[in-house]
Nanobody
Framework: QVQLVESGGGLVQPGGSLRLSCAAS????????MAWYRQAPGKQRELVVS???????NTADSVKGRFTISRDNAKNTVYLQMNSLKPEDTAVYYC????????WGQGTQVTVFS
């Protein structure tokens, strides 16, 4: 059974940084396009950033220049480095393929507060 486990979220002040991790088990993800999504309260889940198997990234305008996705194929893990966080970045963050094809994990909560 394929499983995605997100971690690394937390509480941070505006301007702060966090690094999220997504560990995959039950399936090798090195050949898949992986992505980070987020869902804020009362809003639909949205795609934030993706990375192809070759390392090409695509980043939403709202986080461009602040968020960076990377992957470690040896660890079957995808990361999201988030810098210069803003209150509007507050959401539950999920990883999945792009387009999504794996059962969603529980996500990790990121809260940016003053």
């Amino acid at each position: 059974q394929v499983q995605l486990v997100e971690s690394g979220g937390g509480l941070v002040q505006p301007g702060g940084s966090l690094r999220l991790s997504c560990a995959a088990s039950g399936r090798i993800i090195s050949r898949l396009t992986m992505a980070w999504y987020r869902q804020a309260p009362g809003k639909q889940r949205e795609l934030v950033v993706s990375i192809t198997s070759g390392g090409i990234t695509n980043t939403a305008d709202s986080v461009k220049g602040r968020f960076t996705i990377s992957r470690d194929n040896a660890k079957n893990t995808v990361y999201l480095q988030m810098n210069s966080l803003k209150p509007e970045d507050t959401a539950v963050y999920y990883c999945n393929t792009q387009p999504s094809s794996i059962r969603w994990g529980q996500g990790t909560q990121v809260t940016v507060f003053s």
